[in-house]
């Protein structure tokens, strides 16, 4: 450890907003530890957003800078992705590696940092490990793992693929967060338990807040950092139902809300809540694993994380499949009674926040 206040450089991916919710638990775990820790996030993420996320888990505002290396993919909307587009900048990325590496490196040297934790970048991973910095991934996916799975006929996926894997496997330690994919082939993997962030129910305030009677059922429409258009003027909920949404093209009407109107935190909003409607998402699912939330899957088939998403779920919350032209359509009546049908299940327990922060900590007091 280079001094009394360790620097951790978080990089998180920009692609949408689950690897920041991934990442906030952590460095909370972390600081809890060392209370004099510095963060600094390289991300292409909005830095106004990255210090609100912040300071809603009260933690210290952190020096943010802007990196947009790590993109994940390139989207149309949040659930369809534009392969052209994302092969491009992965071509780009790797036909200039050596230069991207050195620029990554300058940017490490330059901010002294005393650990790195990557979620989920190669290319930090790579560029700490060759200045003798302890590195850390952490996240539910990979991006080679993903590429892969996405482009399996592509001729030369194989070889970027294979440039990202081997800069994973400098990492100190890999962690794999549950659910997610099972990082097979990497010999630095560490599995650990799910992180999510757990709200306070409000059940009769957020009911009071839309105007509606103590004992009507709310539905939360959410689809993450990523932009979906969806008009919800069509929309019929059934009787008693009310909804808020969270996403491009909503309008408030009688039984439709939209989230930013309301100004409640969100997982105070999933607390409070019966239904979520969401596709698969790390942050979105594992916080309605913990809270134990009916949840209408609306699919996302062709991302490979998917399948362990749904199956982790569905073993903690009662869920059933919404198909995105009945949810355009707003009828919902028929997937609300696949979810009665079914039994309760327990909801999910767990820290992986904290085995993460343990194990960073114990590498830092070397």
């Known amino acids: 450890m280079a001094g ?11 692609h949408g907003w689950g690897h920041l919710s991934q990442t906030i638990p952590i460095v909370a775990a972390l600081a809890a530890r060392r209370p004099s820790l510095r963060t600094t996030v390289r991300t292409g993420l909005p830095a106004p957003l990255v210090r609100e996320r912040f300071a809603a888990a009260g933690l210290p505002e952190p020096a943010v800078e802007t990196d947009d290396t790590e993109f994940g993919f390139m989207m149309r909307d949040a659930l369809t992705i534009d392969d052209d587009a994302s092969l491009a900048r992965y071509r780009v990325l790797h036909d200039t590696r050596v230069a991207r590496l050195g620029i990554e490196r300058d940017a490490l040297r330059a901010l002294r940092p005393d650990a790195v934790l990557a979620n989920v970048g190669w290319l930090p991973i790579a560029a700490a490990a060759s200045l003798g910095v302890p590195t850390f991934g ?26 990202m894997r081997d800069a994973y496997r400098q990492a100190d330690a890999l962690f794999a967060l549950e659910p ?6 990497y010999p630095n993997r560490v599995r650990v338990a799910s992180l999510a962030r757990l709200g306070t129910s409000r059940r009769d305030a957020l009911r009071a807040a839309l105007g509606a009677p103590p004992d009507a059922r709310v539905m939360l429409v959410a689809f993450g950092g990523i932009p979906m258009a969806i008009d919800t003027r069509a929309w019929r909920l059934p ?8 996403f491009d093209g909503a309008h408030d009407a009688a039984s439709v809300r939209r989230f930013e109107t309301l100004g409640w935190p969100y997982p105070d909003l999933l607390a409070s809540v019966d239904l979520l409607v969401a596709k698969p998402g790390y942050g979105t699912f594992a916080e309605a694993g913990f809270a134990g939330r009916d949840t209408l899957v609306v699919p996302r088939d062709d991302w490979p994380e998917s399948p362990y998403l749904v ?22 009546d028929d997937a609300l009674a ?29």
């Open 4 to 14: 009394a206040a360790p620097h951790l450089v978080a990089s998180v991916a920009s």
């Open 239 to 246: 009787t008693g139902w009310r909804a808020v949404a969270s």
């Open 311 to 332: 199956d982790w779920l569905g073993r903690h919350a009662r869920i059933a499949r919404l198909g995105l032209d009945t949810l355009r359509a707003g009828r919902f």
């Open 138 to 163: 952490a996240c539910s996916l990979n991006w080679a793992d993903l590429l892969e799975a996405r482009y399996p006929t592509h001729a030369d996926v194989a070889a970027i693929v294979s440039w």
């Open 338 to 366: 696949a979810l009665a049908a079914q039994p309760a299940r327990p909801p999910a327990r767990g820290d992986g926040a904290a085995e993460i922060a343990e194990a960073i900590d114990a590498r830092l007091g070397r």
């Open 180 to 185: 997610g994919m099972p990082f097979d082939g």
